[in-house]
């Protein structure tokens, strides 16, 4: 069964920090990738996704995130964090199984103002 | 935009009774999930529907199951609650993969069940 993997589970900024979470999935095969946010008190959204394409995808919020394929890693980058970035990160892989997506443990990012 | 709902934001129940989550989504979706998420273990899929009618296990099937009469509603069903089944259930559904937004997931706002 595929697995996806977030190493970091809590992580502590301050403001203007650079931020990169990693994030690492079991399969071989096509995927398609993506990462979500929950804010304090707000349901999941989506941040950024890869189908196909350029492996450096540009979502909301000045978020990036870079599909290497040989290290089967899509992390997520922030060249500038702000205190509004607070919130839990999740990275989920779709490897062919229907509309299934598998999940991350998560990320907590909290940072200082 | 879509939009997920669920019942309840907060519930709270007793060993052993019998629990119904409802989730409703206004955008025609074929495809529903039901998750649970806990600390650490991120989300992890209960069942899901690819269809009135039709469901599937997921992860974590046991103590659990659903219902989908119609297109926009899918429930969760705890049989016997029991404490372990403590925890947020967040709901989601998917358009269909024609849709050029195949697999991206639309996620309600959450229950926080507490069984005492």
């Known amino acids: 069964a595929q697995s996806v993997s977030q190493h970091n589970h809590h992580v502590i900024l301050s403001e203007a920090a650079s931020l990169e979470l990693g994030c690492n999935y079991s399969y071989g095969g096509t995927v398609n990738l993506f990462w979500y946010v929950q804010y304090p008190g707000q349901h999941l959204q989506l941040l950024l996704k890869y189908f196909s394409g350029d492996p450096l995808v540009k979502g909301i919020k000045g978020f990036e995130a870079e599909f290497i394929k040989s290290k089967f890693s899509f992390n997520l980058r922030k060249p500038s964090v702000q205190w509004s970035d607070t919130a839990e990160y999740f990275c989920a892989v779709n490897a062919g199984a229907g509309n299934m997506l598998t999940f991350g443990g998560g990320t907590r990012l909290m940072v200082k103002p | 935009d879509v939009k997920v709902t669920q019942s309840s934001r907060y519930l709270v129940k007793r060993t052993g009774e019998k629990v119904f989550l409802e989730c409703v989504q206004d955008?025609?979706?074929?495809?529903m999930f039901w998750y649970r998420q806990d600390p650490g273990l991120g989300l992890r899929l209960i069942y899901f529907s690819y269809d009135v009618k039709m469901k599937e296990k997921g992860d974590i099937p046991e103590g659990y199951s659903v219902s989908r009469e119609k297109k926009e509603r899918f429930s969760l069903i705890l049989e016997s609650a029991s404490t372990n089944q403590t925890s947020m259930y967040l709901c989601a559904s998917s358009p269909p993969p024609t849709s050029g937004h195949s697999y991206e997931q639309y996620f309600g706002p959450g229950t926080r069940l507490t069984v005492t």
């Open positions: 955008m025609d979706h074929e495809n």
